[in-house]
Every structure is written in C-alpha cells, then in structure tokens.
Nanobody
Framework: QVQLVESGGGLVQAGGSLRLSCAASGSIFSINAMGWYRQAPGKQRELVARIESGASTNYADSVKGRFTISRDNAKNTVYLQMNSLKPEDTAVYYC??????????????WGQGTQVTVSS
C-alpha cells in the first residue's frame, strides 16, 4: 500500500558531494519519522540520520557536520545532503519511514537501496 523510492546515488571522488532523495507514495495518511541507513559490504546496516515529523534530527557520529537530513512534507520526501564524502561512506543507502496509511495501519517501510561509492 505504501512504498519508498530512492534516487541520487552514484560514484563520486573523495571530498565530493551527493544528494539522495526518497519519495513515499501510496495510500498515505501521515508520515512520522523518516531516516537513512547504510550497509557496507560485510557490515551490519547502521543508522546514518533520522528526522522526526517535528523536524528534530539525529546523526551518526561519523557523519555529523558533513551530512544533512531534511524533509518536504508536502512532497512526502526526505533528502540526505552528503558533503566531504570519504571512501568509508561507500555503502548501499536505504531510506526508511514510519508511515500511517489511510486505513490507519502503520508500516515500517524500506526503500530498495541506492549505491553510493566514494573513490579515493
């Protein structure tokens, strides 16, 4: 009933920037928290950044000062601006959102993932 579609990944040199987008669609009544996670090869998925419906944010220590999460509630979209990228930021980035549908069911929803590769 609800889904997330990510875009904006790619290959960038160290020190460069990328902007990820994630749009929610379907039978949406409201969207609570939205966030970005990442998973590097051989590692567990980890939180990168999260933004609540009231716009409060939290970040992984490894990305503080370099990444910025934001959301456009009118477009049901969350963004991740990534600056000063490092090779260790290389991972598949996943969008996540807590979505309440029009049937008042709540879904912990994940996107399909987008690859971010940072070359040294």
């Amino acid at each position: 009933q609800v889904q997330l579609v990510e875009s904006g990944g790619g290959l960038v040199q160290a020190g460069g920037s990328l902007r990820l987008s994630c749009a929610a669609s379907g039978s949406i009544f409201s969207i609570n928290a939205m966030g970005w996670y990442r998973q590097a090869p051989g590692k567990q998925r980890e939180l990168v950044a999260r933004i609540e419906s009231g716009a409060s944010t939290n970040y992984a220590d490894s990305v503080k000062g370099r990444f910025t999460i934001s959301r456009d509630n009118a477009k049901n979209t969350v963004y991740l601006q990534m600056n000063s990228l490092k090779p260790e930021d290389t991972a598949v980035y996943y969008c996540n959102a807590d979505i309440s549908s029009t049937s008042r069911k709540t879904y912990d929803t994940w996107g399909q993932g987008t690859q971010v590769t940072v070359s040294s």
